[in-house]
């Protein structure tokens, strides 16, 4: 019998990416970023299950939401005035989208750099 290698079917879009050089008073009020996050998946009708986040000292942010849909992740290194995102939805081929351009938007970062094969001009 021969093997096959398991493909699963494309029903989602992942985004994942570090946006650099955004303004530095993102990194200053932890809640204020993460209600924008809120505001944004909530903007796109993401169903938010749950979310859980974590200040470190003496800086940088994690918080991670749990999605009817999938999930989100974001991650904050001031050091490097960098901020990290992933978003996966499985709702359909390009609904990851405009998480991604209303984040940019808000963020307004100098550099993106992504961190999947997505072929996708978001840019």
Do not use: W
């Amino acid at each position: 019998m021969e093997k096959k290698d398991y493909q699963s079917p494309v029903v989602g879009q992942e985004i994942s990416c570090i946006m650099k050089n955004i303004d530095v008073s993102f990194f200053d009020d932890n809640q204020k970023l993460k209600q924008l996050v809120i505001e944004t998946l909530n903007n796109s009708k993401f169903g938010i299950l749950n979310s859980v986040e974590h200040e470190f000292s003496p800086q940088g942010f994690t918080m991670m939401a749990l999605l009817s849909e999938s999930h989100f992740a974001l991650h904050t290194y001031p050091e490097h005035n960098a901020v990290y995102f992933s978003i996966y939805s499985c709702r359909g081929p390009k609904d990851s989208e405009p998480v991604f351009k209303e984040l940019k938007e808000k963020l307004k970062p100098k550099e993106i750099l992504f961190l999947n094969d997505n072929e996708i001009p978001l840019v």
